[in-house]
């Protein structure tokens, strides 16, 4: 039923935007009727260049993330696991983070042009506080009473970092991923569309300037389907590391 | 204490530091001296851009800002609290949810024109859906007891609609905040790049074409700067408006 | 006067049908302190939850004043178990207490003096500007009934508002209850699992079977109206009543398996 309701939702939605244009209420111009954008999609998916652009959005999106996901799980372990040092960075990383890494933008362009290197500096930025903080999150969560068990067994570092502070801090990682993926996605998407490295974001902005306005919408809707994907299975790569793990985890939000 | 607060200044200190003296004797074009970056910094930001740039960058995102958070939390409330339509909207959400906010910008351009009302717009548009979102979720934990508490007392209306929903929902609402105003933000600075004459975006991105390097480190900064004002300014707001929220964990923690 | 009148309450729980009240009849005299005790799961909750309009009878009729009760009446007001989530936590003790009477649209002074009195018959005059989870957990239901007080109700519901406080916490609660019925001779119909205390706080003690729930027995507690802790506990009196509570509710139970 509630299945039946949300696809409802959505066919409504495509239909008023099919009727919306049709019946003049606004300009066909700037709001093709979906039929259009649907017709546009599907021409496009039979398009080399198309393809070309996904894969380029999607490499640079995964390659990002990844780097992301490795820095700020190392860093978040090691300087989490290390109290003198967690105590020190504390500060620095409540300032670093709320740098908004569009601020970056300007910077990455001048050193390496419209390439991918410089949007994967913005994705790789972006994506890693939010795995940094949840993983740091993850390491403090650590039970004290498992902490001093650990100790009186002298466990060495290695063995504390794989049987105590991993098992611990692992769903906060997976929920640091998801909104990463979330995050690394948005800013592979901006870096193509302002920066004009390849991918769908460029695609959008070259469709914008030759006036190809289905073809924008076609390709926003990739994205979206894109950002839907990241979503539906992160979350069940969440569900999945929560399943072993009682502890009720909270998100810690942070910034973009 | 004190070691709190010497731990908490040290790391900042000495990368500053750092940066000042390995920039010291730069002569890379593209990486000048700390110095140059904050002695241009005044002259290039305090003067008539802060009157012509800085602050309308400022005024369209609290104006788009505040929007979003009115709509987002009116609508959030209406969705939330019917069970119906929550099932028929809830997939379309959370497909405009997942769509990357600043493609919008290209799309708002189309129907707005370049002018304020489109960077509006692209900020309304971007930070609505994590606010309506939680406010969603919000609405539908709204505790049973209470809930009942307000039947029987009779409180209903304005009073219910605050006291009940609105509070209730504020732990959500403000987490959705916080993502919306670092979107926000986002979408500031890419609507000025995109296509404006004047704003923060836009004059950064015109000292990075004109090669003024330090001009546009300076901006870099700003921008950081703002980001991080920002962030310290909402998590006083947060302070006062989830008071309560955060002396019930505490006492929670406690037992 | 309030009348339950051949109730019941069956629910639809995925296909299967739950009676959770079988047919339940009883009154209730203006002024009356009535207990309704029962074993556990015997829908008493679900039963005051209609009383208080707050949950639709599937057959049969409530009255409370004179008038069938279609929503939560006029002059009725209820004390829930649970009060850590009948509070509102974004409110101090003085505002959670005062807001069904701004909702009513009562004047500014007149309110102030209500919460105060409340408060004060509550013992909580100086815990009015604190949060409700700053306070203990008997402290909290305190809020609740000054809530209650302060609303000036005709007719007052409590749903086992002691069963999650300690003993001593509890005995204490129970004097207050009764002080505060006696003061402002309200109608009072309290719902709890526990013998000792309905004996000890009712006029008279409804007993509930198990589900499908009847009433098992209707018991006058012939008691003397003032009531001790100490001196009530060890009447002989008392000890008899209880036993005949103890006995019903035995028996009730063992209908059921």
Same mark, same amino acid.
């Given at each position: 039923m509630k299945v039946l309701l949300g696809l409802a939702g959505l066919v409504g939605f495509g239909v008023l935007l099919e009727i919306a244009p049709r019946a003049g209420l606004v300009s066909a111009r700037y709001a093709p009727p979906t039929s259009d954008i649907l017709a546009t999609l599907g021409e496009q998916l039979r398009r080399d260049e198309f393809w070309v652009a996904v894969l380029d959005t999607l490499r640079t999106w995964l390659l990002g993330l990844v780097i992301a996901i490795a820095l700020g799980v190392v860093l978040g372990v090691f300087i989490g696991s290390v109290p003198v040092l967690r105590a020190a960075t504390a500060s620095t990383i409540e300032f670093l983070r709320p740098i908004p890494s569009v601020a970056l933008i300007p910077l990455v362009v001048v050193l390496y042009g419209s390439t991918i290197e410089a949007t994967l500096i913005l994705v790789v930025y972006a994506a890693f506080w939010q795995v940094l903080i949840q993983t740091l999150a993850g390491v403090a969560d650590i039970d004290p009473v498992a902490a001093d068990t650990a100790r009186s067994y002298h466990l060495n570092r290695w063995a504390r970092i794989r049987w105590l502070i991993w098992p611990t801090a692992l769903p906060y990682v997976v929920t640091g991923i998801r909104l990463a993926a979330t995050v690394a996605l948005i800013l592979t998407i901006t870096g193509e569309l302002v920066?004009? *490295? !390849?991918g769908l974001g460029q695609e959008i902005a070259g469709a914008r300037t030759s006036g190809a306005v289905p073809m924008m919408y076609a390709l926003i809707v990739v994205t979206g389907l894109f950002g839907v994907a990241a979503n539906v299975l992160t979350r069940a790569a969440e569900r999945r590391a929560l399943a072993w793990h009682p502890s009720v985890r909270l998100e810690v939000q942070v910034p973009a | 204490m004190i070691k709190r607060i010497l731990l908490a200044v040290t790391m900042p200190v000495v990368l500053l530091a750092v940066w000042w003296f390995a920039s010291a004797? *730069?002569?890379?074009f593209y990486f000048p001296p700390l110095r140059r970056i904050l002695e241009t910094f005044p002259e290039t930001w305090f003067g008539p851009r802060m009157v012509d740039d800085v602050l309308p960058s400022l005024a369209r995102l609290a104006i788009g800002y505040a929007a979003a958070l009115c709509v987002g939390i009116a609508l959030g409330m209406l969705i939330g609290a019917n069970r119906t339509l929550r099932a028929v909207v809830e997939p379309l959400l959370e497909f405009l949810r997942a769509v990357p906010p600043p493609v919008l910008v290209p799309i708002l351009m189309l129907m707005a024109g370049i002018g304020d009302l489109m960077k509006v717009l692209v900020i309304v548009s971007g930070c609505l859906w994590p606010i309506l979102l939680n406010t969603v979720e919000g609405v539908r934990a709204v505790d049973e007891v209470l809930t009942d508490t307000c039947r029987s007392y009779r409180i209903r209306g304005r009073l219910r609609v605050w006291h009940l929903m609105v509070r209730s929902a504020s732990p959500q609402i403000v987490a959705g905040a916080r993502q919306a105003l670092s979107i926000g933000i986002i979408l500031m600075v890419i609507s000025e790049m995109f296509a404006a004459s004047s704003g923060i975006g836009f004059t950064v991105i015109q000292f990075k074409d004109g090669f003024r390097i330090p001009q546009m480190w300076s901006g870099v900064l700003l921008l950081g700067l703002l980001g991080v004002l920002l962030a310290l300014l909402f998590r006083l707001v947060e302070r006062r408006v989830l008071g309560w929220y955060h002396g019930i964990r505490a006492v929670q923690k406690e037992r | 006067m309030l009348t339950v009148k051949g109730l019941s309450k069956t629910y639809d729980a995925k296909g299967r049908r739950v009676e959770a009240i079988g047919d339940v009849s009883f009154d209730v005299a203006d002024g009356e302190f009535v207990c309704v005790v029962g074993p556990s799961g015997c829908g008493k909750t679900t039963l005051l939850r209609c009383i208080a309009g707050l949950l639709p009878p599937t057959s049969g009729e409530i009255v409370v004043e004179g008038r069938k009760v279609d929503g939560p009446p006029d002059g009725l007001a209820v004390v829930f178990q649970e009060y850590g989530r009948s509070l509102f936590p974004w409110l101090r003790v003085r505002d959670n207490v005062d807001l069904p009477l701004r909702a009513a649209g009562m004047g500014k002074a007149k309110r102030r003096e209500l919460v105060t009195e409340a408060l004060d018959a509550v013992g909580l005059a100086d815990a009015? $500007? $604190?949060? !409700?989870?700053?306070? *203990?957990g008997g402290m909290q239901q305190r809020v609740a009934i000054a809530r209650a007080i302060a609303y000036q109700p005709r007719v007052l519901l409590m749903d086992e508002p002691f069963a999650a406080v300690d003993a001593q916490t509890r005995a204490d609660l129970e004097d207050l209850i009764r002080s505060v019925w006696q003061r402002l001779g309200v109608t009072l119909l309290f719902v709890t699992h526990d013998i000792d205390e309905s004996v000890y706080l009712g006029q008279r003690v409804v007993m509930l079977s198990s589900s499908p729930t009847t009433v098992a027995e209707d018991l006058a507690i012939d008691l003397p109206a003032a009531r001790d802790q100490l001196a009530t506990r060890s009447d002989p009196r008392f000890t008899e009543l209880r036993g005949q509570v103890y006995a019903q509710i035995q028996k009730a139970k063992q209908e059921r398996t």
């Open positions: 920066i004009g *490295s !390849p | 004797g *730069s002569t890379d | 009015h $500007a $604190a949060y !409700p989870w700053q306070l *203990s």
